[in-house]
Every structure is written in structure tokens, then in C-alpha cells.
């Protein structure tokens, strides 16, 4: 499997966030994109996802099932928990199965991954942040999807879940899957692929009073060990 991305841009709020942005990305690599904050790497995570739309450019997952988008194939681990809380952990989990389809784990076992089997029938408005993130964590981990886009995945995780995460993420690249994680943090993954988003500084240019985040990153770097 093979994901192309070439040329793309996404407009937020009437501005241009992403421009001309591209990389590939192998199955069983994971593509770390770093950047200061408001320069977009949130937004290309949505962006990948289908959750904002793509102003220009392509995105293909070669090897994928061509009758979805990109978007379809990935499970999207945003800054914000995918979790209804008048639901119980396990019917969050049976909700997501349903919904995507390609069952792997059962709901009891992806919570024992995360060390929450114990809260199986706690109503998710009752977890605590860093135990909503494990839920969101397990949300991973009972449908298959290729490629998981991980927007700063360790945020609220404790040591001992940040490791968890770590080895779980090992695994999906070792079954040939891919990530796309944006992080400000040290993942823990082996040997990434990198990209970095940033601006030229052209501040002489810009009023004083102008916000940096105005101008798309137009500095673009990428490391790849292919
Ligand atoms: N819903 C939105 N509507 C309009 N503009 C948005 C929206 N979300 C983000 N933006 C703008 O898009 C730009 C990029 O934001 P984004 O969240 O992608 O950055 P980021 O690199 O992930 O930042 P951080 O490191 O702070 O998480 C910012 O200028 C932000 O103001």
C-alpha cells in the first residue's frame, strides 16, 4: 500500500492554510509533521481525512480499495475525543464497529489493550480525560483501517498509555498499515519519515501587527528514507 499525496491545498475560514503540500508514504512507514502551532498540520490531518475540503491537489492510497477515498480508509484520532458520553465505553466501541465495519478486536479486548476493561460499562461523561483518550485509543483497535492520521495522539496519556500507544502503533506499521501523526512530542516511533511545515520568513514584508498565521507554510521539508 501506498499513500500520494501531490499539490495540496485547503482553505479555513476564507484564508489559505496549505499550499502545494506533497509526500508518499509506504505501507508499514509512519510520516511524522511537525510545525509551529497554527501553521496547519491539523488541518492536513482533516484535510487527509476528508473532514475539510481539499482546495487543490490529490491524495490516493494505491493498493487500497479504489472505490473509497482516502478519508474512508483512515480512522481519524483528532484533538477532540470521538466519544459520546451518554454511551458506555463498550457501546462507544460497538458504535464505531457498526459504523465502520471490518471488525477486528472485540470492544472487551481493545479496552484490555488500553487497560480499561475494568470501565467496560462506565458511561464514557464519567472517564477521565487521559482515560477518554485510552477509550478514543481503542476506537483504533476494533475495525481495520489502513491508515490512521494521529493528531497529537499522547496528549492527556500518562507514561505508561503513551508506551501502550507506542507498541500499538509498531504494530499497525508491522501489518503493513500506515500513520500520518502530527506531534509536537516525541512519538516514539522507529525511524519516521519527516515533514516539516514552516513559513519563510518574510517578515519584513508583513506589517508588524499581522498575524504569522495569515500566510500558508511555504517552506516545505521532507525527509523520507525511501
Ligand atoms: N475551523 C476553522 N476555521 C477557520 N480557520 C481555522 C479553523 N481551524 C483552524 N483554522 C486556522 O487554520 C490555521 C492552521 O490551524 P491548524 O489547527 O491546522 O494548525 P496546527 O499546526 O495544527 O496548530 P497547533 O500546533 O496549534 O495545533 C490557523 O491559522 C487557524 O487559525
Known amino acids: 500500500m501506498h499513500l500520494s499525496v501531490e499539490g495540496l491545498g485547503c482553505i479555513r475560514g476564507g484564508r489559505p ?3 502545494n503540500i506533497g ?9 511524522v509533521v511537525t510545525g509551529p502551532n497554527g501553521i496547519g498540520k491539523s488541518s492536513l490531518l482533516r484535510t487527509l481525512a476528508g473532514l475539510v475540503r481539499a482546495q487543490a491537489g490529490t491524495m490516493r ?6 472505490d473509497l477515498t482516502v478519508g474512508q480508509q483512515a480512522h481519524y484520532f483528532g ?3 470521538a466519544v459520546k458520553p451518554a454511551f458506555t465505553c463498550k457501546e462507544n466501541l460497538d458504535f464505531w ?3 465502520y465495519g471490518n471488525p477486528t478486536r472485540s470492544a472487551f479486548e481493545a479496552l484490555g489493550e488500553v487497560d480499561l476493561e475494568d470501565l467496560i460499562d462506565m458511561p464514557a461523561a464519567y472517564l477521565s480525560a487521559g482515560q477518554s483518550r485510552r477509550l478514543s485509543v481503542a476506537r483504533l483497535l476494533v475495525c481495520h483501517r489502513p491508515l490512521w492520521l494521529l493528531d497529537e495522539p499522547t496528549s492527556a496519556l500518562d507514561i505508561a498509555s503513551e508506551r501502550k500507544l507506542e507498541s500499538l502503533m ?6 503493513g498499515g500506515l500513520i500520518v501523526a502530527a506531534t509536537h512530542a516525541p512519538l516514539g516511533l522507529l525511524d ?3 515533514l516539516l511545515l514552516d513559513r ?7 506589517d508588524d501587527f499581522s498575524d504569522p498565521a495569515d500566510s500558508p507554510p511555504s517552506t516545505l521539508t521532507l525527509e523520507t528514507d525511501q
Open 17 to 19: 492554510v496549505l499550499e
Open 23 to 31: 509526500f508518499q508514504l509506504q505501507g508499514g512507514k509512519a510520516l
Open 61 to 66: 492510497l494505491d493498493g487500497g480499495d479504489d
Open 79 to 81: 484533538h477532540s475525543d
Open 97 to 99: 464497529q457498526a459504523y
Open 170 to 175: 509498531a504494530e499497525h506499521l508491522s501489518n
Open 192 to 194: 519516521p519519515d519527516r
Open 200 to 206: 519563510n520568513r518574510t517578515d519584513d514584508l508583513v
